[in-house]
């Protein structure tokens, strides 16, 4: 069964570092989107991709958070600096593209990167 | 703007017994519903979803949930609980658009199974 691949999965960082996720979404699959779950909570949006553009980036914290999809497959979040409340879950979802069979609204998420700043 | 509100963040019950998770929901539109589950330190996994079809949606691993509009709910049950079912599990929320759109998660509510 196709899955959607993180990496890294754990990630320990000092404040002000620069830190960089990869996530690799389901073949076929046109939408990816970037949540982060802060301990305790439930998942919220940061970046919806559809191909290569971005949808809605309303919720990215555009001063220190950049996101690319540059061929419309792979995806790259970066934080620069990274700060202690950065500290989180993030995670990586995909979903098909419309009317190709498979109903789009169905999310398949990955394992997720564990953040910790220090 | 959509929400969903999960009552009760800790949930225990004991093995055999009846699961029930509860979610209420806001939306302005038809909304779609789902249930996820995690478990530690790992991704979301899809429990089952409400798309304006049938009103009792059947999931994976024994669990199931129903759509009542009347009450804006979606509450998630399972007959008999077993200790693999200790997780996190989260309501979310996204518009009956017809296209791909962001999910709106509640705050989730810890089940934990005891012997």
């Known amino acids: 069964e196709a899955e959607v691949a993180q990496s890294p999965r754990y990630k320990i960082t000092e404040k002000s570092q620069a830190v960089a996720f990869w996530c690799d979404p389901i073949?076929?699959?046109?939408?990816l989107y970037w949540y982060r779950q802060i301990l305790g909570q439930g998942p919220e949006l940061l970046v919806q991709f559809q191909d290569e553009s971005v949808v809605d980036d309303s919720q990215l914290p555009k001063d220190r958070f950049s996101a690319e999809r540059l061929k419309g497959v792979d995806s790259t979040l970066k934080i620069q600096p990274a700060e202690l409340g950065d500290s989180a879950m993030y995670l990586c979802?995909?979903?098909?593209?419309?009317?190709?069979?498979?109903?789009?609204?169905?999310?398949?998420f990955g394992p997720g990167t564990r953040l910790t700043v220090l | 703007a959509q929400s969903v509100t999960q009552l009760g963040s800790h949930v225990s019950v004991s093995e055999g017994a009846l699961v029930l998770l509860r979610c209420n929901y806001s939306?302005?539109?038809?909304?779609?519903l789902f249930w996820y589950v995690q478990y530690p330190n790992q991704g979301l996994q899809l429990l089952l979803k409400y798309t304006s079809a049938a009103t009792l949606v059947k999931g994976i691993n024994g669990f199931e949930a129903e759509f009542k509009k009347s009450e804006t709910s979606f509450h998630l049950t399972k007959p008999s609980a077993h200790m693999s079912d200790a997780a996190e599990y989260f309501c979310?929320?996204?518009?009956?658009?017809?296209?791909?759109?962001?999910?709106?998660f509640g705050t989730g509510t810890r089940l934990q199974v005891t012997l």
């Open positions: 979802a995909s979903s098909p593209p419309y009317g190709s069979g498979p109903p789009t609204d169905t999310q398949y």
């Open positions: 939306s302005s539109v038809p909304p779609y």
């Open positions: 073949s076929g699959h046109a939408t």
């Open positions: 979310a929320v996204s518009p009956n658009t017809g296209t791909a759109s962001k999910l709106t």
